[in-house]
């Protein structure tokens, strides 16, 4: 027979945070989402095109970019194929390893990327920031960068 450890459960406090956080999360991500449809992209497109865009020369490895938004290299590579089609990026090889492939940010994409951009930050705005005092949103990001660097395994380094 194992041995079991007591299960920590969530107090009322606790509990209504987190179901909070929860109810935010989705609903807030769902309204982007939506306020990016009228542009013909989805949230992860969004985030392609913003990792590139910032990024030198607008291109990423692939696999630099899965890691940066969270995909799996095959789920990636399904979503670059949708965004060459639409003209937004296209794949390069990479000189210094034959295997690897850059994602990198075309013309339109970039013209893309500066015409939605102001939408979205209004969006943002509008379901999120302009909701809350800076007091409260200093709090907010106080309260949540341990969570964000525990979860990115930096927890502890400078």
């Known amino acids: 027979m194992e041995t079991e450890t007591a299960t920590r459960w969530l107090s009322d406090a606790e509990q209504c945070a987190w179901r909070t956080h929860l109810d935010v999360s989705?609903?807030?991500?769902?309204?982007?989402?939506?306020?990016?449809?009228?542009?013909?992209?989805?949230?992860?497109?969004?985030?392609?095109?913003?990792?590139?865009?910032?990024?030198?020369?607008?291109?990423?490895?692939?696999?630099?970019?899965?890691?940066a938004t969270l995909q799996s290299k095959s789920r990636l590579s399904h979503q670059i194929t949708r965004m060459e089609n639409a003209g937004l990026v296209r794949r390069e090889n990479c000189e210094s390893d034959r295997r690897g492939l850059y994602a990198v940010l075309t013309d339109q994409g970039m013209e893309t990327m500066q015409h939605v951009a102001p939408h979205h930050v209004a969006s943002v705005r509008r379901h999120f920031i302009d909701l809350l005092s800076p007091e409260s949103l200093a709090g907010l990001r106080e309260s949540l960068t341990p969570v964000a660097e525990h979860l990115r395994g930096r927890r502890g380094k400078p």
């Open 26 to 67: 989705r609903l807030l991500m769902h309204q982007l989402e939506k306020d990016l449809q009228p542009f013909g992209l989805t949230n992860n497109d969004y985030e392609i095109l913003v990792n590139l865009s910032e990024s030198e020369d607008r291109r990423m490895r692939m696999s630099d970019l899965a890691t």
